[in-house]
């Protein structure tokens, strides 16, 4: 059986910061996901290996600085992400690069790994989303979710 594990990562009292943790509690909520792992990291850094090693695949969501215009949905895919964070890296995401090559040390890093990012609008401290970020919560949702069918993820929407 193959080992899966959802982990939405960032700071929900920084609007935009906080969605990754946004996207999973609404796949929780909203989707029945046997023999998924979903994990809500918020910003909890190297305490998250255990939720990372050992992995068939990874997928994290987060917001990413792409450069990007607010609300824009890129896919990185395993060797793309550090490569991506070696260059742009924040304060936050050079925790999970930490526990991502703490893994690999310890030879645990997940088989695949794909991160699902969307450019923040705004990280004002803030409990609620930026409008932009609002309203693309759908089509990144949906991203989550066509990534986890191609990789042989049962999901259905929950009645």
């Not at 190297?46 to 990874?58: A, K």
Request: glycine share 10%; hydrophobic share 45%; with cysteine.
């Amino acid at each position: 059986m193959m080992h899966l594990t959802l982990l939405g990562i960032g700071n929900i009292l920084r609007q935009d910061e906080g969605i990754g943790v946004h996207v999973v509690n609404h796949i929780q909520e909203h989707y029945e996901t046997p023999g998924l792992e979903i994990v809500d990291g918020g910003t909890s850094g190297l305490s998250l290996l255990p939720y990372i090693e050992n992995r068939d695949r990874l997928l994290v969501v987060d917001a990413v600085d792409f450069g990007r215009e607010p609300g824009y949905i890129g896919i990185l895919r395993n060797e793309e992400v550090p490569a991506f964070f070696g260059l742009k890296a924040s304060l936050h995401h050079l925790g999970l690069m930490d526990v991502l090559a703490a893994a690999q040390l310890l030879d645990q890093a997940p088989r695949e790994l794909c991160l699902v990012g969307i450019q923040p609008e705004s990280l004002a401290t803030g409990l609620a989303l930026s409008a932009t970020l609002e309203q693309r919560l759908p089509e990144l949702v949906a991203t989550v979710l066509e990534q986890l069918r191609a990789w042989g993820v049962p999901w259905q929407r929950r009645t």
